[in-house]
Nanobody
């Protein structure tokens, strides 16, 4: 099982950009479909973006389409989330996660390994 460590979070003004990274340990990163989720205080964890094993197919929540881009580099065992045009409502802890299942990539229950999270705060 891979272990995941996120980085790249921080404080940014509305309209700004951040790039999150998720480094995976182990040699089986390419066996996992990967996802980004986020959780704001008092709210449930929600799907943000996902990528299949190669990264050729990507998936987005409606709230981030056109602003966020998910990608992966299997040679570097790393998942990325480029976030542009950030809004205050994007403020949350962001988690990367991996799944070996064939279930719905947007369903958090399908994921069997999670990172510790990185905080993103967008000021207005």
């Amino acid at each position: 099982q891979v272990q995941l460590v996120e980085s790249g979070g921080g404080l940014v003004q509305a309209g700004g950009s951040l790039r999150l990274s998720c480094a995976a340990s182990g040699r089986t990163f390419s066996n996992y479909r990967m996802g980004w989720f986020r959780q704001a205080p008092g709210k449930e964890r929600e799907f943000v973006a996902g990528a299949d094993w190669s990264g050729r197919n990507t998936y987005y929540a409606d709230s981030v389409k056109g602003r966020f881009t998910v990608s992966r580099d299997n040679a570097k065992n790393t998942l990325y989330l480029q976030m542009n045009s950030l809004k205050p409502e994007d403020t949350a802890s962001y988690y990367c996660a991996g799944t070996r299942s064939w279930g719905h990539i947007m369903n958090a229950r399908e994921y069997d390994t999670w990172g510790q999270g990185t905080q993103v705060t967008v000021s207005s």
